[in-house]
């Protein structure tokens, strides 16, 4: 799907994580690992909100006020969170970019899109489901395939290879050298950079 340059700026980004110490350094959690980054970069007051159901963040970027939001529920139940954002601040699905762990793109890769289905993320399905829309915004940070199915759970709850982890965190850097104009909404450019650095394919 082309994106223009017409989209709104962004107004939330959610990183999806499962909470808790076991968790911290697997795959899953990939899009906590992009706002701890982030977070080296741009400073983020982080508080705890109940009502969120997670913890929230309200910054600026650039010239964009954005909030940031890591869910404190587990991955399956993050939608509450991201719907209780949007409806409390009247953010549109549109204006809503999540960071996530995608199966279906190798270590080093990160893209970025809109819309789509879910891939069997049931993070992902479960925004769908409680924000009622898919139209928002997804920062898809590759973690690779077990090459089973049967083994995907277990998979995403391990940590990667020291090689595949050195991979996945460049990816996140690439990512972050272009969180200006992503958050501008701006995401065009973003995506040639990011589509063209990493397997060759567009």
Aim: charged letters at 20%.
């Amino acid at each position: 799907m082309l994106i223009d340059n017409t989209m709104a700026p962004i107004s939330l980004v959610c990183g999806l994580g499962n909470p808790g110490a076991q968790y911290e350094a697997t795959r899953h959690n990939a899009g906590f690992w992009f706002l701890d980054a982030l977070q080296r970069v741009v400073p983020l007051p982080w508080r705890p909100e109940t009502r969120f159901f997670g913890d929230l963040a309200d910054t600026r970027v650039g010239q964009q006020r954005v909030r940031f939001l890591k869910p404190a529920t587990f991955m399956n139940e993050c939608g509450g969170a991201v719907a209780s954002v949007c409806s409390y601040f009247d953010i549109p699905a549109e204006a809503v970019l999540v960071v996530h762990d995608d199966l279906d793109l190798p270590p080093g890769t990160v893209r970025v899109k809109q819309g789509g289905g879910h891939g069997g993320h049931n993070g992902l399905r479960d925004i769908f489901s409680k924000l009622g829309s898919r139209e928002f915004i997804r920062l898809r940070i590759g973690i690779g395939h077990p090459g089973n199915s049967d083994d995907v759970t277990d998979w995403v709850l391990r940590k990667p290879s020291s090689e595949d982890k050195t991979a996945i965190l460049d990816a996140i850097d690439r990512a972050l050298d272009e969180i200006n104009p992503m958050m501008a909404g701006d995401l065009e450019p973003v995506m040639k950079a990011l589509h063209t650095q990493q397997t060759g394919q567009a």
